[in-house]
């Protein structure tokens, strides 16, 4: 154990804690308590601790690198009430917990562990983490900086007393994914003034750290009113439990007082969050935070100014981060009214986040049946492979000469229309809809004429807003989205049986695809029957 005793003297690593630290405990009810009859152990006696730990256990899995440690971890610990001497009253706790690397790149960040960071060092020939004491770990409003005093119960040999003693550090034996302080507590011990050296709160057993993918990272930054502050850079980041189900991620609890809240996914991959989710309740100093959509576009002089706390939360997401955009936990009760937390993005280590997958649809927007040119007005086509689409329609002719309107050969007026495969949600969203748009190819960018002889033919489309034209009457529109074709039969009265056999020129069958045949396709058939004068029917059979 002598690299132990050489890790012991690691310098204290100082932390200071923010106006609002999301890993800062309550302050109610911390009283101070002395610390009695804990005494400082010799390199031996903390040795010995140490091997009576390890005894009947199986040797340790070795890391190969620091690089390994850096993931997120569930820690089964728990922590005492301070107010009471009895060490056994253990509650038992889940948290997520987070090991990053530090800037300076010789040493660890902790964080979830307990309240606070802590910095660590990673010792690569004992495989441990080394915790060191006397570093700062909260901050408290009335009795100033608190750091971190670890202590452990050794029961004594012949040479030893048994009792509480302390060293120079906390130790977490690595075993592969998992890190164990089997046996270590930690506690924020006041620094200085009347009571100094007296433990300040709960302390914690940090248990066993377990590595777990559910555990990701949420980049912050304190927006305070009272010291006012508007960065929007993220300065600090906080571990959390991710979980889905269905299109929900619930954002859980951090540091076991925080209620979840629940990030809607969409398929395009953006999402939502629904204002006024509870997020810390009834918490006896902080109040109450609630979540709340924020417009960090406006010149601000306190953090109300942003709120905008009835508003949806909008944001996108990828299979690794949810960007939250204009995101805040914002308190309206309790010491903390008036401040918040800018959540910015969420870091998913484990399993990737999947995203619904939105059924193919399109819609015909524009005169067809009746409608009017709107962005959430359509006609749905139908479609069984989510590649061809079809649509039976009628164009009324509304658009005449005096309109402005060209008329075909047989005086009848025109309607327009294009297709889209998302409608907007209210009647003036065009903008909303504009990358969902398809129409019509032309060269000059104006609408594009369907004379009869393009009937039956496959015509080009793209994305974009161009309309196409054509005189009034029964159709069926045919689209095909992997080709990028419509194709437009217009539909006669005249049943193929009235047809006088004598009178017919030749028949062909054109299904969903655009494919003409001698033959009837299965499924859906446009049956294009040629008169020997020349003109044509069309009826459509199902197969």
């Known amino acids: 154990m002598k690299k132990l005793l050489l890790s012991a003297c690691v310098a204290a690593l100082a932390m200071s804690a923010s106006a609002f630290n999301l890993a800062q405990p309550s302050e109610a009810n911390m009283t101070p308590v002395k610390m009695e009859n804990v005494k400082q152990a010799t390199p031996e006696i903390f040795n010995n601790f140490v091997k009576s730990v390890r005894a009947n256990k199986a040797p340790h899995k070795v890391i190969s690198q620091q690089s390994d440690l850096y993931k997120g971890y569930m820690q089964q610990g728990g922590s005492i009430d301070t107010r009471t001497t009895d060490y056994s009253g253990l509650t038992e706790t889940v948290a997520p917990v987070l ?295 009628t164009l009324d002719g509304r658009n005449i000469e005096g309109n402005g309107a060209m008329l075909n050969a047989a005086g009848d007026g025109v309607n327009y229309f294009s297709f889209t495969t998302k409608l907007a949600e209210d009647a003036n969203d065009w903008d909303g809809i504009a990358q969902y748009r398809i129409g019509a190819i032309t060269d000059d960018g104006s609408n594009y004429w369907i004379t009869d002889d393009q009937l039956n033919q496959p015509l080009g489309l793209q994305s974009g807003s161009t309309a196409f034209r054509l005189p009034g009457g029964d159709y069926t529109f045919n689209v095909n989205l992997e080709n990028m074709t419509l194709t437009v039969v217009k539909n006669s009265t005249t049943a193929i049986s009235d047809i006088n056999a004598a009178n017919v020129a030749g028949v062909k069958y054109v299904n969903l695809a655009g494919q003409v045949s001698s033959k009837p396709f299965e499924g859906v058939n446009i049956v294009v029957t040629t008169l020997t004068d020349g003109t044509t029917q069309t009826s459509k059979v199902i197969k």
């Not at 709120?307 to 990828?318: N, P």
């Open 99 to 393: 090991i990053t690397p530090n800037a300076a790149g010789d040493s660890v960040v902790l964080t979830g562990m307990m309240p606070g960071t802590m910095k660590g060092v990673y010792d690569a020939t004992e495989n441990v983490i080394a915790i060191p004491n006397d570093q700062v770990v909260f901050t408290h409003s009335t009795y100033g900086d608190c750091i971190l005093k670890s202590t452990f119960y050794y029961e004594g040999d012949e040479t030893s007393q048994a009792g509480w003693y302390t060293y120079g550090a906390a130790y977490g034996e690595i075993d592969g994914d998992n890190i164990s302080f089997e046996g270590q507590y930690l506690h924020m011990v006041i620094l200085s003034g009347t009571y100094a050296n007296y433990r300040l709160g709960d302390f914690y057993y940090p248990g066993t750290l377990y590595a777990d993918g559910s555990v990701g990272r949420m980049d912050v930054v304190d927006l305070q009113s009272d010291n006012f502050v508007d960065a929007t850079t993220p300065t600090e980041f906080y571990p959390v439990t991710l979980s889905q189900e269905g299109n929900v991620v619930t954002v859980g609890a951090f540091g076991g007082w925080y209620e979840p809240v629940d990030v809607v996914l969409a398929a395009d991959r953006t999402l939502t969050v629904a204002p006024q989710q509870t997020w810390v309740s009834g918490n006896a100093t902080y109040g109450d935070f609630s979540t709340a959509a924020a417009d960090f576009s406006v010149q601000a002089s306190t953090v109300s100014d942003y709120l905008l706390e009835d508003a949806t939360i909008y944001g996108t997401a990828t299979e690794t981060e949810l960007n939250l955009g204009s995101f805040m936990y914002y308190s309206t009760t309790g010491y903390w009214t008036g401040q918040a937390i800018y959540a910015a993005t969420i870091h998913n280590f484990g399993e990737p986040f999947t995203f619904p997958v939105e059924e193919p649809a399109l819609y015909i927007l524009g005169e067809v049946n009746e409608n009017s040119w709107a962005p959430n007005v359509g006609v749905e086509m139908l479609t069984e492979d989510g590649v061809n689409f079809t649509a039976d329609v």
